[in-house]
């Protein structure tokens, strides 16, 4: 029998590429442990990890239930505290397989930041975010690591969307929440972040952009993105957000591992070859 179980819950979740990129982890480390995926709609998180069988160890947490694992963890990380989500969850249990404490942390953020250095993005100077869920809040974060000082977000409800200038305070850095519709209005990018789902039609061709701005468009399903070979045809750089969920399922598995996301994993480098090419990524 495995010694540890994982899964990825949320709704939709049976697209996810996440059990292939942790079962290659373990694989090329060593480890009997297993990897699932369930799907679990909004409200569920609780009941599930509360009935689930005693070996539950981790989970990763995918809309939309990262506001969830925010409230149902006893301790979180700094990450998940500022950008209010969380999206990998750490489970103690004592000899008899009750739990006893439970950590979250927010990876989505490292997830971002590599996948742009992967692109040769080291500082930004103007950004737009487009979407404003949860992600979003990781992406306002990442931005600010790489040096932006102001974002411009566009959001299908602009009202909802405030809660993303306390994000913004919590990582020293400014934003200016615009309809979805108004996505022409703003000076050239250089980087812009797509977090809507890979369903959503809307095209960014009236975002304006530097010359070879990059764009990580975070769903990765349906893919190719449409709005990442749209960004390409007119002469920019499209980031795979499989890319940025290959780099935080490493911090993960540092997680679920060691149990320290700063510890790096034995021969890290080739386990995360090994986990890119498992998804077609190199």
Not at 44 to 60: D, T
Not at 105 to 126: H, K, M, P, W
Not at 239 to 258: D, E, K, N, Y
Request: charged letters at 20%.
């Amino acid at each position: 029998m495995p010694t540890k179980h994982f899964t990825v819950v949320g709704h939709p979740v049976g697209h996810s590429k996440s059990p292939t990129l942790h079962r290659a982890a373990y694989q090329a480390l060593g480890l009997d442990y297993s990897y699932d995926c369930v799907d679990i709609e909004q409200g569920g998180l609780v009941a599930f990890i509360e009935s689930y069988r005693p070996g539950l160890s981790g989970l990763s947490v995918t809309k939309p239930l990262k506001r969830e694992a925010l409230a149902f963890a006893d301790e979180i990380d700094w990450l998940s505290r500022g950008t209010e989500a969380v999206n990998t969850l750490v489970i103690t249990r004592d000899d008899g397989g009750d739990i006893t404490h439970i950590r979250g942390f927010n990876t989505d953020v490292y997830g971002i930041t590599q996948s742009l250095r992967d692109a040769e993005v080291a500082r930004v100077n103007n950004a737009a975010i487009v979407g404003a869920g949860a992600t979003a809040s990781s992406a306002v974060a990442a931005l600010s690591e790489l040096g932006v000082e102001h974002i411009d977000v566009f959001a299908r409800n602009v009202d909802k969307a405030q809660s993303l200038n306390s994000v913004a305070e919590y990582f020293a850095t400014t934003i200016t929440i615009h309809a979805l519709e108004d996505l022409s209005q703003i000076d050239p990018v250089s980087v812009a972040i797509s977090t809507l789902p890979g369903t959503e039609p809307l095209s960014l061709h009236n975002l304006p952009r530097e010359a070879r701005a990059a764009l990580l468009d975070v769903a990765y399903d349906p893919g190719p993105s449409a709005r990442g070979l749209e960004w390409e045809v007119s002469g920019g750089i499209s980031v795979s957000g499989l890319r940025m969920l290959g780099h935080q399922a490493v911090i993960q598995a540092r997680h679920f591992t060691s149990g320290d996301g700063a510890l790096p994993l034995p021969n890290e480098e080739e386990v995360r070859r090994a986990m890119f090419e498992a998804v077609g990524l190199n």
